[in-house]
């Protein structure tokens, strides 16, 4: 069974930049998409990496500010995350859909995914 590992959270100002990675046990070419989540709030899909790399969705309030790309040999997922702001403070989780595709009209709902990692946290300040 793949397991998944996010790592590169931590604390930075409004206006900086940090990298998540989601780091896999096992090849896969599968769907990898980004959550974060707050108390309280359910998880909220960010950025979302299908086909093989060739298909990319971002949540509107991340768009313009965050990139999702792989390196595949190292079978690790990175989210780029640029001009932070306070409402982007949250536990960052990376998810495997277990399928190819990510399906642009469900990519962001918690529930299709059945693996995940363990979460990293993320805090901007102001």
């Known amino acids: 069974q793949v397991h998944l590992a996010e790592s590169g959270g931590g604390s930075v100002q409004a206006g900086g930049s940090l990298t998540l990675s989601c780091a896999s046990s096992?090849?896969?070419?599968?769907?990898i998409t980004w959550f974060r989540q707050t108390p309280g709030k359910q998880r909220e899909g960010v950025a979302a990496?299908?086909?093989?790399?060739?298909?990319?969705y971002y949540a509107d309030a991340v768009n313009g500010r965050f990139t999702i790309d792989r390196d595949r040999a190292q079978n690790t997922v990175f989210l780029r995350m640029n001009s932070l702001k306070p409402e982007d403070t949250a536990t960052y989780l990376c998810?495997?859909?277990?399928?190819?595709?990510?399906?642009?009209?469900?990519?962001?709902?918690?529930?299709?995914?059945?693996?995940w990692g363990q979460g990293t946290q993320v805090t901007v300040s102001s």
């Open positions: 998810a495997d859909k277990g399928t190819y595709s990510c399906a642009e009209d469900s990519w962001y709902l918690a529930p299709g995914y059945p693996r």
């Open positions: 096992g090849l896969s070419f599968n769907c």
């Open positions: 990496l299908g086909t093989g790399g060739r298909t990319t």
